[in-house]
Protein backbone atom coordinates (compact mmCIF):
# COMPACT_ATOMS: atom_id res chain seq x y z
CA UNK A 1 0.00 0.00 0.00
CA UNK A 2 1.47 3.39 -1.15
CA UNK A 3 1.73 6.40 1.19
CA UNK A 4 -0.49 9.45 0.18
CA UNK A 5 2.15 11.84 -1.66
CA UNK A 6 -0.41 14.77 -1.08
CA UNK A 7 -3.93 16.10 -1.67
CA UNK A 8 -4.00 18.29 -4.56
CA UNK A 9 -7.35 20.75 -5.86
CA UNK A 10 -8.73 20.20 -8.33
CA UNK A 11 -9.35 22.99 -9.64
CA UNK A 12 -5.58 25.29 -8.81
CA UNK A 13 -3.59 22.35 -8.23
CA UNK A 14 -2.92 23.69 -4.65
CA UNK A 15 -1.21 21.29 -2.76
CA UNK A 16 -1.59 19.89 0.45
CA UNK A 17 -0.64 17.36 3.16
CA UNK A 18 -3.16 14.11 4.36
CA UNK A 19 -1.66 14.37 7.69
CA UNK A 20 -4.58 15.75 9.30
CA UNK A 21 -8.05 15.19 7.57
CA UNK A 22 -9.15 17.96 4.85
CA UNK A 23 -11.92 18.80 3.73
CA UNK A 24 -11.81 21.34 0.49
CA UNK A 25 -9.17 23.55 -0.99
CA UNK A 26 -8.51 26.33 1.67
CA UNK A 27 -7.86 28.82 -1.61
CA UNK A 28 -10.81 27.86 -3.81
CA UNK A 29 -12.76 25.53 -2.55
CA UNK A 30 -12.12 22.98 -5.34
CA UNK A 31 -12.47 19.34 -4.22
CA UNK A 32 -9.21 17.47 -3.20
CA UNK A 33 -7.62 14.26 -5.17
CA UNK A 34 -5.65 12.01 -3.46
CA UNK A 35 -2.03 11.63 -5.02
CA UNK A 36 1.05 9.17 -4.69
CA UNK A 37 4.12 8.95 -5.86
CA UNK A 38 3.49 7.59 -9.26
CA UNK A 39 7.18 6.88 -10.08
CA UNK A 40 7.38 4.87 -7.11
CA UNK A 41 4.22 3.03 -8.13
CA UNK A 42 5.46 2.24 -10.93
CA UNK A 43 8.19 0.14 -9.71
CA UNK A 44 6.19 -1.40 -6.92
CA UNK A 45 2.43 -1.73 -8.24
CA UNK A 46 1.63 -4.11 -10.73
CA UNK A 47 -1.01 -5.37 -12.01
CA UNK A 48 -0.23 -8.84 -12.15
CA UNK A 49 0.31 -9.22 -8.02
CA UNK A 50 -3.42 -8.45 -8.02
CA UNK A 51 -4.96 -11.61 -8.39
CA UNK A 52 -2.16 -13.28 -6.91
CA UNK A 53 -2.93 -11.54 -3.45
CA UNK A 54 -6.48 -11.86 -4.04
CA UNK A 55 -6.33 -15.63 -4.44
CA UNK A 56 -4.19 -15.76 -1.25
CA UNK A 57 -6.40 -14.40 0.55
CA UNK A 58 -8.99 -16.81 2.76
CA UNK A 59 -11.58 -14.23 2.40
CA UNK A 60 -12.24 -11.85 -0.61
CA UNK A 61 -10.23 -8.79 -0.71
CA UNK A 62 -13.15 -7.19 -2.15
CA UNK A 63 -12.06 -3.34 -3.59
CA UNK A 64 -8.74 -4.07 -1.42
CA UNK A 65 -7.51 -6.29 -3.91
CA UNK A 66 -6.35 -2.54 -5.47
CA UNK A 67 -4.22 -2.03 -1.88
CA UNK A 68 -1.10 -1.21 -4.02
CA UNK A 69 -3.41 2.16 -5.49
CA UNK A 70 -4.94 2.74 -2.34
CA UNK A 71 -3.76 4.68 1.24
CA UNK A 72 -1.67 2.45 3.25
CA UNK A 73 -4.06 2.15 6.26
CA UNK A 74 -5.65 -0.91 7.87
CA UNK A 75 -9.49 -1.09 6.28
CA UNK A 76 -12.96 -0.80 7.86
CA UNK A 77 -14.31 -3.29 5.66
CA UNK A 78 -17.62 -5.30 5.08
CA UNK A 79 -16.63 -7.02 1.90
CA UNK A 80 -17.40 -4.15 -0.52
CA UNK A 81 -16.28 -4.44 -4.28
CA UNK A 82 -15.61 -7.14 -6.55
CA UNK A 83 -19.34 -7.03 -7.98
CA UNK A 84 -20.29 -9.35 -10.69
CA UNK A 85 -20.25 -7.94 -14.36
CA UNK A 86 -22.93 -9.37 -15.99
CA UNK A 87 -23.02 -9.85 -19.53
CA UNK A 88 -26.79 -9.44 -20.97
CA UNK A 89 -28.93 -11.77 -22.50
CA UNK A 90 -30.01 -9.74 -25.09
CA UNK A 91 -27.43 -7.42 -26.35
CA UNK A 92 -24.10 -8.94 -27.35
CA UNK A 93 -21.84 -6.24 -26.23
CA UNK A 94 -23.77 -4.64 -22.98
CA UNK A 95 -22.97 -5.65 -19.88
CA UNK A 96 -23.75 -4.79 -16.25
CA UNK A 97 -21.83 -4.23 -13.49
CA UNK A 98 -24.39 -5.26 -10.56
CA UNK A 99 -23.24 -2.93 -7.69
CA UNK A 100 -26.40 -4.02 -5.67
CA UNK A 101 -24.34 -6.95 -4.39
CA UNK A 102 -22.72 -4.65 -1.83
CA UNK A 103 -22.98 -4.28 1.56
CA UNK A 104 -25.65 -1.79 2.20
CA UNK A 105 -26.69 -2.96 -1.87
CA UNK A 106 -25.05 -0.04 -3.21
CA UNK A 107 -21.65 1.18 -4.70
CA UNK A 108 -21.74 3.58 -1.95
CA UNK A 109 -19.73 1.05 0.16
CA UNK A 110 -17.01 2.13 -1.87
CA UNK A 111 -16.08 5.44 -0.96
CA UNK A 112 -17.76 5.47 2.22
CA UNK A 113 -16.01 2.32 2.95
CA UNK A 114 -12.75 4.12 2.52
CA UNK A 115 -14.03 7.80 3.86
CA UNK A 116 -14.55 5.33 7.34
CA UNK A 117 -11.40 3.95 7.05
CA UNK A 118 -9.10 6.86 6.59
CA UNK A 119 -11.94 8.83 9.45
CA UNK A 120 -10.83 5.84 12.03
CA UNK A 121 -7.08 6.16 10.96
CA UNK A 122 -7.23 9.89 11.93
CA UNK A 123 -9.48 9.29 15.00
CA UNK A 124 -12.40 11.43 13.93
CA UNK A 125 -15.57 10.54 15.73
CA UNK A 126 -18.23 11.71 14.71
CA UNK A 127 -19.31 11.43 10.80
CA UNK A 128 -21.92 13.71 9.11
CA UNK A 129 -23.58 13.23 5.36
CA UNK A 130 -26.23 14.92 3.46
CA UNK A 131 -27.53 12.01 1.82
CA UNK A 132 -30.02 11.02 -0.98
CA UNK A 133 -30.47 7.48 0.61
CA UNK A 134 -28.10 5.26 0.17
CA UNK A 135 -25.02 6.83 1.23
CA UNK A 136 -27.02 7.67 4.36
CA UNK A 137 -26.51 3.98 5.23
CA UNK A 138 -23.16 2.98 3.87
CA UNK A 139 -22.25 6.17 6.62
CA UNK A 140 -23.95 4.16 9.16
CA UNK A 141 -22.81 0.72 8.46
CA UNK A 142 -18.76 1.46 7.86
CA UNK A 143 -19.48 3.42 11.20
CA UNK A 144 -21.13 1.02 13.19
CA UNK A 145 -18.24 -1.48 12.55
CA UNK A 146 -15.40 1.10 13.22
CA UNK A 147 -17.09 2.96 16.19
CA UNK A 148 -17.64 5.99 14.96
CA UNK A 149 -20.66 8.19 15.37
CA UNK A 150 -22.97 8.93 12.25
CA UNK A 151 -24.74 11.94 11.40
CA UNK A 152 -26.89 11.41 9.01
CA UNK A 153 -29.76 14.51 7.09
CA UNK A 154 -31.60 12.82 4.81
CA UNK A 155 -35.21 13.32 3.07
CA UNK A 156 -38.11 12.29 4.35
CA UNK A 157 -39.78 10.55 1.52
CA UNK A 158 -36.46 8.74 0.93
CA UNK A 159 -36.86 4.87 0.37
CA UNK A 160 -37.95 3.54 3.31
CA UNK A 161 -34.97 0.73 3.69
CA UNK A 162 -32.58 4.16 3.75
CA UNK A 163 -34.65 5.30 7.06
CA UNK A 164 -34.25 1.61 8.59
CA UNK A 165 -31.08 1.36 8.49
CA UNK A 166 -29.57 4.46 9.34
CA UNK A 167 -31.74 3.28 12.98
CA UNK A 168 -30.71 -0.29 12.42
CA UNK A 169 -27.17 0.51 12.44
CA UNK A 170 -27.51 3.26 15.46
CA UNK A 171 -26.84 6.33 14.04
CA UNK A 172 -27.96 9.82 14.64
CA UNK A 173 -30.65 10.34 11.80
CA UNK A 174 -32.81 13.63 10.92
CA UNK A 175 -35.06 13.01 8.32
CA UNK A 176 -35.84 16.64 6.56
CA UNK A 177 -38.66 18.15 4.72
CA UNK A 178 -36.76 19.15 1.86
CA UNK A 179 -34.20 18.05 -1.03
CA UNK A 180 -30.23 16.90 -0.78
CA UNK A 181 -29.28 20.60 -0.89
CA UNK A 182 -31.27 21.24 2.30
CA UNK A 183 -29.80 18.39 4.17
CA UNK A 184 -26.25 19.74 3.43
CA UNK A 185 -27.16 23.65 4.52
CA UNK A 186 -28.50 21.95 7.81
CA UNK A 187 -24.91 19.37 8.35
CA UNK A 188 -22.98 22.65 7.18
CA UNK A 189 -24.78 24.88 10.22
CA UNK A 190 -24.65 22.24 12.60
CA UNK A 191 -21.00 22.39 12.37
CA UNK A 192 -20.63 25.81 12.13
CA UNK A 193 -22.17 26.08 15.65
CA UNK A 194 -20.26 23.30 17.40
CA UNK A 195 -17.24 25.45 16.30
CA UNK A 196 -19.04 28.68 17.56
CA UNK A 197 -19.80 27.32 20.60
CA UNK A 198 -16.52 26.02 21.22
CA UNK A 199 -17.08 22.22 21.40
CA UNK A 200 -14.11 19.99 21.86
CA UNK A 201 -12.38 19.41 18.84
CA UNK A 202 -13.34 15.64 19.40
CA UNK A 203 -16.81 16.53 19.21
CA UNK A 204 -17.31 18.31 16.53
CA UNK A 205 -18.95 16.73 13.21
CA UNK A 206 -16.27 15.85 10.16
CA UNK A 207 -18.25 16.15 6.55
CA UNK A 208 -18.10 13.92 4.33
CA UNK A 209 -20.46 15.02 1.92
CA UNK A 210 -19.85 14.25 -1.69
CA UNK A 211 -16.56 15.75 -3.11
CA UNK A 212 -16.35 17.51 -0.06
CA UNK A 213 -13.14 15.52 1.14
CA UNK A 214 -11.18 13.15 -0.71
CA UNK A 215 -11.66 9.86 0.28
CA UNK A 216 -14.89 8.82 -1.02
CA UNK A 217 -13.64 9.57 -4.55
CA UNK A 218 -10.69 7.64 -3.73
CA UNK A 219 -12.57 4.86 -3.30
CA UNK A 220 -15.10 4.48 -5.78
CA UNK A 221 -12.53 4.79 -8.25
CA UNK A 222 -12.11 1.32 -7.43
CA UNK A 223 -14.97 0.84 -10.19
CA UNK A 224 -13.09 2.12 -13.16
CA UNK A 225 -9.90 -0.55 -11.70
CA UNK A 226 -12.58 -3.19 -11.56
CA UNK A 227 -14.40 -3.03 -14.73
CA UNK A 228 -11.07 -2.34 -16.55
CA UNK A 229 -9.96 -5.89 -15.14
CA UNK A 230 -12.52 -7.63 -15.14
CA UNK A 231 -12.50 -7.01 -19.12
CA UNK A 232 -9.12 -8.84 -18.79
CA UNK A 233 -7.63 -5.04 -18.64
CA UNK A 234 -9.23 -3.17 -21.25
CA UNK A 235 -11.43 -0.62 -22.09
CA UNK A 236 -14.65 -0.68 -23.14
CA UNK A 237 -16.45 1.48 -25.66
CA UNK A 238 -18.77 2.94 -23.75
CA UNK A 239 -19.32 3.57 -19.32
CA UNK A 240 -23.27 4.38 -18.60
CA UNK A 241 -23.52 6.08 -14.82
CA UNK A 242 -26.53 7.00 -13.18
CA UNK A 243 -25.51 10.72 -11.87
CA UNK A 244 -26.63 12.20 -8.48
CA UNK A 245 -22.93 14.02 -7.23
CA UNK A 246 -20.92 12.53 -10.06
CA UNK A 247 -18.74 10.52 -7.41
CA UNK A 248 -18.29 6.94 -9.21
CA UNK A 249 -17.72 9.05 -12.73
CA UNK A 250 -15.36 10.99 -11.28
CA UNK A 251 -13.05 8.22 -9.73
CA UNK A 252 -13.41 5.88 -12.64
CA UNK A 253 -12.00 8.81 -15.07
CA UNK A 254 -9.19 9.18 -11.81
CA UNK A 255 -8.67 5.46 -12.18
CA UNK A 256 -8.02 5.28 -16.04
CA UNK A 257 -5.36 8.57 -15.71
CA UNK A 258 -3.47 6.32 -12.79
CA UNK A 259 -3.84 2.97 -15.02
CA UNK A 260 -2.36 4.50 -17.89
CA UNK A 261 0.09 6.12 -16.16
CA UNK A 262 1.00 3.11 -14.19
CA UNK A 263 1.28 1.12 -17.64
CA UNK A 264 -1.99 -1.51 -16.62
CA UNK A 265 -3.67 -0.73 -19.76
CA UNK A 266 -2.24 -0.79 -23.37
CA UNK A 267 -0.41 2.50 -24.52
CA UNK A 268 -2.95 4.48 -26.61
CA UNK A 269 -6.10 2.73 -25.16
CA UNK A 270 -9.05 5.12 -26.36
CA UNK A 271 -10.38 5.43 -22.84
CA UNK A 272 -14.76 4.74 -22.85
CA UNK A 273 -17.24 7.50 -23.73
CA UNK A 274 -18.87 8.06 -20.67
CA UNK A 275 -22.82 8.61 -20.34
CA UNK A 276 -23.95 10.32 -17.05
CA UNK A 277 -27.50 9.63 -16.76
CA UNK A 278 -30.44 11.22 -14.97
CA UNK A 279 -33.88 11.13 -14.33
CA UNK A 280 -36.01 13.73 -16.25
CA UNK A 281 -37.47 14.99 -12.97
CA UNK A 282 -33.87 16.31 -11.72
CA UNK A 283 -31.31 16.89 -14.62
CA UNK A 284 -29.57 19.85 -13.89
CA UNK A 285 -26.34 18.07 -15.97
CA UNK A 286 -28.56 16.88 -18.70
CA UNK A 287 -29.65 20.85 -19.12
CA UNK A 288 -26.06 22.18 -18.70
CA UNK A 289 -24.95 19.38 -21.39
CA UNK A 290 -27.49 20.16 -23.67
CA UNK A 291 -26.73 24.41 -23.27
CA UNK A 292 -23.09 24.03 -23.95
CA UNK A 293 -22.62 25.30 -20.04
CA UNK A 294 -19.41 24.68 -18.11
CA UNK A 295 -20.86 24.49 -14.68
CA UNK A 296 -25.00 23.19 -13.93
CA UNK A 297 -27.76 25.29 -12.75
CA UNK A 298 -29.69 24.42 -9.58
CA UNK A 299 -32.78 22.31 -10.75
CA UNK A 300 -35.67 23.82 -9.36
CA UNK A 301 -38.59 21.43 -8.21
CA UNK A 302 -36.82 18.63 -8.19
CA UNK A 303 -38.84 14.95 -8.48
CA UNK A 304 -38.44 11.82 -9.29
CA UNK A 305 -38.64 8.18 -7.64
CA UNK A 306 -34.87 7.45 -8.90
CA UNK A 307 -33.90 8.74 -5.17
CA UNK A 308 -30.33 8.80 -5.98
CA UNK A 309 -30.63 11.09 -8.77
CA UNK A 310 -32.48 13.80 -6.89
CA UNK A 311 -29.35 15.96 -6.46
CA UNK A 312 -30.16 19.55 -7.72
CA UNK A 313 -26.74 20.86 -8.68
CA UNK A 314 -24.09 18.52 -7.96
CA UNK A 315 -21.06 19.89 -6.31
CA UNK A 316 -18.74 18.40 -8.74
CA UNK A 317 -20.93 19.40 -11.76
CA UNK A 318 -17.90 21.37 -13.70
CA UNK A 319 -15.75 17.76 -13.36
CA UNK A 320 -18.54 15.84 -14.59
CA UNK A 321 -19.30 18.03 -17.68
CA UNK A 322 -15.78 18.33 -17.98
CA UNK A 323 -15.11 14.17 -18.03
CA UNK A 324 -18.20 14.03 -20.42
CA UNK A 325 -16.84 16.34 -23.17
CA UNK A 326 -13.35 14.90 -22.99
CA UNK A 327 -14.81 11.66 -23.37
CA UNK A 328 -17.11 12.34 -26.22
CA UNK A 329 -19.54 11.18 -24.29
CA UNK A 330 -23.07 12.85 -23.41
CA UNK A 331 -25.82 13.10 -20.56
CA UNK A 332 -29.32 11.75 -21.54
CA UNK A 333 -32.67 12.20 -18.93
CA UNK A 334 -35.89 9.53 -19.01
CA UNK A 335 -38.58 10.02 -17.54
CA UNK A 336 -40.22 7.99 -14.54
CA UNK A 337 -42.45 6.18 -16.77
CA UNK A 338 -39.92 5.09 -18.92
CA UNK A 339 -37.25 4.27 -15.75
CA UNK A 340 -40.09 2.09 -14.18
CA UNK A 341 -40.90 0.44 -17.83
CA UNK A 342 -37.15 -0.38 -18.11
CA UNK A 343 -36.97 -1.89 -14.96
CA UNK A 344 -39.98 -4.34 -15.57
CA UNK A 345 -38.19 -5.36 -18.71
CA UNK A 346 -35.06 -5.92 -17.05
CA UNK A 347 -36.63 -7.96 -14.82
CA UNK A 348 -39.02 -10.13 -16.71
CA UNK A 349 -36.26 -10.80 -19.68
CA UNK A 350 -32.84 -10.89 -17.68
CA UNK A 351 -33.67 -11.81 -14.08
CA UNK A 352 -32.20 -8.15 -12.92
CA UNK A 353 -34.04 -6.17 -10.24
CA UNK A 354 -32.52 -2.80 -11.55
CA UNK A 355 -32.75 0.33 -8.65
CA UNK A 356 -34.44 3.05 -10.25
CA UNK A 357 -30.77 4.32 -10.89
CA UNK A 358 -29.77 1.95 -12.65
CA UNK A 359 -32.87 1.94 -14.47
CA UNK A 360 -32.41 5.30 -15.83
CA UNK A 361 -29.46 3.99 -17.12
CA UNK A 362 -30.71 1.10 -19.00
CA UNK A 363 -33.54 3.43 -20.40
CA UNK A 364 -31.01 5.92 -22.00
CA UNK A 365 -29.39 2.52 -23.11
CA UNK A 366 -32.50 1.95 -25.16
CA UNK A 367 -32.92 5.50 -26.51
CA UNK A 368 -29.54 5.54 -27.80
CA UNK A 369 -29.98 2.07 -29.51
CA UNK A 370 -33.35 3.14 -30.90
CA UNK A 371 -31.77 6.41 -32.33
CA UNK A 372 -28.95 4.46 -33.74
CA UNK A 373 -26.30 6.10 -32.02
CA UNK A 374 -24.99 3.25 -30.20
CA UNK A 375 -25.18 -0.71 -31.72
CA UNK A 376 -26.13 -3.65 -29.71
CA UNK A 377 -22.35 -5.08 -30.51
CA UNK A 378 -20.48 -1.52 -28.72
CA UNK A 379 -19.11 -2.83 -25.62
CA UNK A 380 -20.73 -1.08 -22.59
CA UNK A 381 -20.74 -0.92 -18.76
CA UNK A 382 -23.65 0.04 -17.35
CA UNK A 383 -23.94 0.32 -14.17
CA UNK A 384 -26.62 -0.89 -11.70
CA UNK A 385 -25.64 1.55 -8.68
CA UNK A 386 -27.69 -0.46 -6.23
CA UNK A 387 -30.39 -3.15 -5.77
CA UNK A 388 -33.47 -2.75 -6.73
CA UNK A 389 -35.05 -4.70 -3.60
CA UNK A 390 -33.94 -1.23 -1.76
CA UNK A 391 -36.82 0.40 -3.56
CA UNK A 392 -39.71 -2.10 -2.66
CA UNK A 393 -42.05 0.78 -0.98
CA UNK A 394 -40.61 3.03 -4.18
CA UNK A 395 -41.31 1.06 -6.89
CA UNK A 396 -44.14 -0.81 -5.68
CA UNK A 397 -45.83 2.69 -5.56
CA UNK A 398 -44.96 3.64 -9.07
CA UNK A 399 -46.45 0.62 -10.69
CA UNK A 400 -49.89 1.10 -8.11
CA UNK A 401 -49.09 -2.40 -6.56
CA UNK A 402 -50.84 -3.06 -3.01
CA UNK A 403 -50.23 -5.86 -1.17
CA UNK A 404 -53.36 -8.22 -1.19
CA UNK A 405 -55.61 -7.24 1.82
CA UNK A 406 -57.87 -9.96 1.89
CA UNK A 407 -57.49 -14.01 0.67
CA UNK A 408 -59.37 -14.82 -1.91
CA UNK A 409 -63.02 -15.94 -1.28
CA UNK A 410 -62.30 -19.10 -3.75
CA UNK A 411 -59.59 -20.42 -1.60
CA UNK A 412 -60.37 -23.93 0.81
CA UNK A 413 -60.14 -22.77 4.63
CA UNK A 414 -57.47 -24.85 5.85
CA UNK A 415 -59.48 -27.56 8.31
CA UNK A 416 -63.05 -26.03 8.01
CA UNK A 417 -65.06 -28.60 6.50
CA UNK A 418 -68.35 -26.26 5.80
CA UNK A 419 -71.39 -28.14 4.63
CA UNK A 420 -72.92 -28.09 0.78
C1 LIG B 1 -28.41 3.86 -6.29
C2 LIG B 1 -27.74 5.16 -6.59
N1 LIG B 1 -27.32 5.40 -7.84
C3 LIG B 1 -26.70 6.57 -8.17
C4 LIG B 1 -26.50 7.57 -7.25
C5 LIG B 1 -25.77 8.80 -7.65
O1 LIG B 1 -24.45 8.66 -7.25
P1 LIG B 1 -23.34 9.75 -7.49
O2 LIG B 1 -23.50 10.75 -6.41
O3 LIG B 1 -22.03 9.05 -7.44
O4 LIG B 1 -23.60 10.33 -8.84
C6 LIG B 1 -26.92 7.37 -5.92
C7 LIG B 1 -26.73 8.41 -4.90
O5 LIG B 1 -27.35 8.46 -3.89
C8 LIG B 1 -27.54 6.14 -5.58
O6 LIG B 1 -27.95 5.88 -4.34
ZN1 LIG C 1 -7.81 25.19 -5.10
Request: charged letters at 20%.
Amino acid sequence: MPAIAFLECVRCQHQLSADTPQTLCPLCSGSLYVRYDMDQLKRTARREDITARAAASPASLGMWRYSSVLPDVTPVTLGEGWTPMLHSKRYPGLYVKEEGANPTGSFKARGLGLAVTMARHYGLQHLAVPSAGNAAGALAAYCAAAGISAHIFMPQDVPFANYLEGVLYGADVTMVDGLISDCARMVGENIKAQREANTPASQVWFDVSTLKEPFRVEGKKTLGYELVEQLGWTYPDAVFYPTGGGVGLIGMWKAFEEMEQLGWVEKGSKRPKMYALQAAGCAPIVKAYDQHQPVSEFFQNASTFAAGLRVPKPYGDAIILDILEKSGGKALASTDEVILASILDWARHEGIFLSPEGAAATAAYDQLLAAGELKPTDKVVLFNTGAGLKYTDMTAEAMHLRRPTALPTSMPVGGIITPQ
